[in-house]
């Protein structure tokens, strides 16, 4: 079955610090990736994504490349903000008729002043 | 701009009650999803419906679940009898036809005594 392995945290970061959060993944075909976030209190937002291998996803400074041949999608970010302080999410859809979501167990980031 | 609603944002209930959890998905989306958080655990898929019926369903998804679109803007979750292990965040989600982005609602706390 489909399954995502992330770093387990919490990662604490100063500000402007560079951020990698590791993302792994097994799955049959050609899934789409994501990383959702989680601010504190909140649901799950969309933070960027990847369709196909070599796709570079981006939003708000972070960016993860779909790398098939590694079965990756690292997030990062070059220099994190207090503000980014949440947990974040992998996921794959493997594009068939359900669609369903697969996550990761999530990592929380803490970014401190 | 368009987003999931749920409500309520938390469900306090007793061991045995049935509970109906409620989503306003997006409306023009057409795949409807819910997914839940035990305190702590990774985000998991329970189901997807489409075209008022069930497409995917996880084992978690036993016959004390059942969802409904009972009109034209909801979509809901019933729990016919809570367990206590049914405590946790539950999440729906939606996505339109033709893209494999699925839209979050902010979450509905469920809190079993």
């Known amino acids: 079955g489909n399954s995502v392995t992330q770093m387990e945290g919490p990662v604490t970061l100063s500000e402007e610090a560079f951020l990698t959060i590791n993302c792994t993944y097994t799955?049959?075909?050609?899934?789409?990736l994501f990383w959702y976030v989680q601010y504190p209190g909140e649901g799950l937002q969309l933070l960027l994504k990847?369709?196909?291998?070599?796709d570079k996803g981006s939003n708000k400074g972070f960016e993860a490349t779909y790398r098939k041949e590694t079965t990756s999608f690292h997030l990062e970010k070059g220099s994190v903000q207090v503000s980014d302080s949440a947990v974040y999410f992998c996921?794959?859809?493997?594009?068939?008729?359900?669609?369903?979501?697969?996550f990761g167990g999530g990592t929380r980031l803490m970014v401190k002043p | 701009e368009p987003e999931v609603t749920q409500t309520p944002s938390h469900q306090v209930t007793q061991m045995g009650q049935e509970v109906i959890l409620r989503c306003v998905p997006i409306?023009?989306?057409?795949?409807f999803y819910w997914y839940r958080q035990i305190l702590g655990q990774k985000v998991e898929f329970l189901v997807s419906f489409y075209n008022n019926e069930i497409s995917e369903k996880s084992e978690i998804f036993d016959d004390q679940f059942s969802v409904e679109r009972p009109d034209g803007s909801n979509f809901t979750l019933k729990i016919r009898s809570t367990k206590l292990e049914d405590s946790a965040m539950y999440f729906c989600a939606s996505r339109a036809a033709g893209v494999d982005t699925q839209y979050f609602g902010p979450g509905t706390r469920l809190t079993v005594l």
């Open positions: 799955a049959t075909g050609y899934p789409s």
């Open positions: 996921a794959l859809t493997p594009n068939n008729a359900g669609n369903m979501l697969t």
């Open positions: 990847a369709t196909k291998a070599d």
């Open positions: 409306s023009n989306h057409l795949y």
